[in-house]
């Protein structure tokens, strides 16, 4: 029973892992941010995840 849930959890890790890392080819988010508006950096990140799911579909 454990065994089935850990391959679960492992299989969602991957993709979390590999979406994370599709991300951060989009490098304004590997590089320090200077703006202190947090605004700023949320558009980053919608726009970095909003361009990664176009390219994987």
């Given at each position: 029973?454990?065994?089935?849930?850990?391959?679960?959890?492992?299989?969602?890790?991957?993709?979390?892992?590999?979406?994370?890392?599709?991300?951060?080819?989009?490098?304004?988010?590997?590089?320090?941010?200077r703006n202190p508006s947090s605004a700023l950096i949320d558009q980053f990140f919608g726009l970095a995840g909003g361009l990664w799911n176009y390219k994987i579909s």
């Open positions: 029973m454990q065994h089935r849930a850990n391959r679960h959890h492992s299989s969602i890790r991957v993709l979390v892992e590999h979406a994370i890392a599709g991300i951060k080819t989009f490098h304004c988010l590997t590089h320090r941010i």
